[in-house]
């Protein structure tokens, strides 16, 4: 996945570097962290006085945010790089950024892929890209920070792409080193934000106007481990549910054996909080769990699944799973299948396995043949494609709260916007319900969006009732 950040934005006064009105363009691949990371060096790039150019061909300095997740993303990265070269001869000057995980991963040996990049800048070194950019433009030469401390945050707040929700990094790094994944190597341990500090940004947003936030973090139930005094991820809900004058509060990503019965009571018992859970499940059969060193059987999963749907009323579980790890004989592929029936989530993210280099799984056989992999991708896909829209049926008839973001794409009669569980609906009304909630009677429902009609405006949760 691809984004593009293409907001046009007004740069102070020229000043020796950049050069006058000079002008940046961001594409970001991967997760909500890196678009998160996006629209803080954006924010850096503007206080030093960047404007964003809405295409790389008007653009003075590129900068791609890259993922490393999968082999597959970071083949898209060269590929696009390559083309970027090639725009270079055509402009001489414009300078080629690289940032995100694939930078941090590869660092200086970067260079040699002849992909005519003149800054390499890893995840924690966001603040020094300006200092890296001026190094260019003074010295000719390439330059690559890579180093694994953190540099600090620059004092540019974020430039961020929407009005209405904001993205709020609460930790960094990750401790789990699950075998397939290289979070770890390209983000480095995990360490938690003050508590004062994540309010704080929380109440700056809710007085510019903003009604909904995402904490995020590669762990957000870990939250607060190391801090003093001695916090947690539920005491961080209650602070922000209580001072941060948010609407809608969210978060991602979970994992399963920390989300513990106190969390999912506070977020039954909190109003702000949203009545959606992301928890990457990544296989059913506890061999293959064991292998991806996870920390759960399938049973500790449905337990605390279980006990989500129980408790808070109206909830939608959404996870991730990846088939073909090696070892994921037909039998332990069977019990994955065989979860998403059990389970029934509202709707999942599925990947292949691609092995990484530097992780665990890279030593183990990649024993399952890739036609295979995509047989059980595609038969995977299929199975919950039918259990989504089983599970968005339910809705129909029931009174839902929408945050109205905007005006539909596809069809411009209608507006378009959330609910609490994070489905997108679309229904007629006036532009005026943009930034609003409000109510919708669901009254149809498909694969990707629901679709219904205003009714009063919206007052909290959605219950699973009928309300
Ligand atoms: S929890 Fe596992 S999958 Fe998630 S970032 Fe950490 S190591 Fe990667």
Known sequence: MSKTLTRQIDGPAAAPHPP???AAHI?????????????????ILQSEGYRLAPVPEEADVILINTCSIRAKAEQKVFSLAGRLKRL?????GLLLVMAGCLAQRWGEALLEKDAGLDVVIGTGRMAQLPSLLRAVRETGRPAVDVQEEWAGNHSASPLREGRLKAWINITFGCDNYCAYCVVPFVRGREWSRGPDGIVGEAKALAREGYREITLLGQNVNSYGAGLEPRTCFPDLLRALDADSGIARIRFTTSHPKDFSVGLIETIRDLPSVCEAVHLPLQAGGDEVLRLMNRRYTYDDYRRTYEKIRETVPGVAVTTDIIVGFPGETAREYDRTLRALEDLRFDGIFSFRYSPREGTKAWNMDDDVPEAEKARRLMEVQELQREITVEKNRELIGRRVEVLVEGVSRKDASRLTGRTRSNKIVHFAGPDALVGELHGVRISEAGFVSLRGDPVRPGSGRESGGGR
Do not use: L, V, W, Y
Request: proline share 4%; charged share 40%.
């Open 20 to 22: 006058e009105r000079a």
């Open 27 to 43: 594409i970001t691949f991967g997760c909500q962290m890196n678009e998160a990371d996006s629209e803080k060096m954006a924010g």
């Open 88 to 92: 270079k001869k055509r402009r001489p």
